[in-house]
């Protein structure tokens, strides 16, 4: 099974054919990548300096809110924050631009999250095993519920220095939720409104979100799974795009330095096909309604 679908367009502003978008629209729903390996974000002259890890304080991405134009993150090195900002909005307009030709089902519903920058080795930067991302997992986090929504995710490697973002590419998702679901404990009666009260979530963690914290957590604990489960390597040069459900495709991020990247929240019913999602999978397997 090919994990990768491939896209020849060059052009962020380029519009795409009916089969395409079908093509797309299909393959991205059964947990594919999306790949367009001639579609570069073009770095500035005077943005150059940004590729350096002294642009990120302690949190090693920079953020920001296209929606407020608010910008995390930046280290005290950053002499121009507006020509940083600047970047940041370019590459969030082209990723929504691309996001709406390709996918034009999803605008209506589509929300616009952060955008980062990652300008931090991705080897050997976990200072622990559940923020390991070189471990093979789906995109669940502690502190940020979705409620079931998707997350969609536009990449871009911008390495000046030539080297491939290296990422493994794991099973699909309802294999890997049969293997884990069993062994994972209903959540805590209450636990969901106390998170909430003492700050440690931002909205409501839904019995959705409580399953896929523990699927991410329980596949990146279990190294004979990360050993033997079907796999394979991929690397994405530099000046290649790719766009995924990271919620769904199992991934691990071997090494790359200099990333940008766009997070889209979608609706499972927004979806061509939403039984995919992994909302209605984990429902299947539960026989329980999670959201
Ligand atoms: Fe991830």
Redesign the pocket.
């Known amino acids: 099974m090919s994990r990768i679908f491939e896209f020849g367009g060059a052009d962020w502003e380029a519009s795409f054919s009916a089969k395409e978008r079908a093509d797309a629209l299909n393959e991205i729903e059964q947990g594919k990548i999306l790949y367009f390996p001639r579609l570069g974000f073009a770095i500035e002259e005077h943005e150059k300096a940004f590729l350096s890890p002294e642009t990120v304080g302690k949190s090693k991405n920079v953020s920001f809110d296209a929606a407020t134009g608010d910008l995390h993150g930046i280290g005290p090195a950053v002499a121009d924050v507006e020509a940083l900002r600047s970047m940041m909005a370019r590459f969030a307009g082209r990723a929504a631009g691309l996001v709406a030709r390709l996918l034009p089902e999803y605008s209506a519903a589509l929300v616009q999250g952060r955008t980062s920058f990652r300008p931090v080795e991705a080897a050997g930067r976990a200072s622990s095993w559940r923020k390991d ?1 070189t471990r093979l ?1 789906v ?1 669940a986090f502690p502190s940020s519920p979705v409620q079931g929504r998707r997350l969609l995710r536009v990449f871009s490697n911008v390495n000046p220095e030539g080297r491939p973002r290296c990422w493994r590419l794991g099973e699909p998702f309802e294999p890997m939720a049969r293997r884990f679901l069993p062994s994972i404990p209903a959540p805590f009666p209450g636990s969901a409104p106390l998170l909430q009260w003492l700050g440690l979530t931002k909205s409501r963690r839904s019995n959705y979100d409580h399953y896929m914290l523990q699927l991410h957590d329980r596949m990146k604990a279990d190294m004979a799974y990360q050993a033997e489960v079907d796999q394979v390597s991929f690397d994405f040069p530099p000046s290649t795009t790719w766009l995924v459900f ?1 919620d769904q495709a199992s ?1 691990a991020v071997m090494s790359g330095q200099y990333l940008l990247e766009q997070t889209f929240y979608v609706p499972v019913e927004a979806l061509r096909d939403p039984a995919t999602s992994p909302l209605r999978i984990l429902e299947r397997l539960t026989g329980r309604a999670l959201v």
Do not use: S
């Open positions: 991302d997992h995109d990271t991934h």
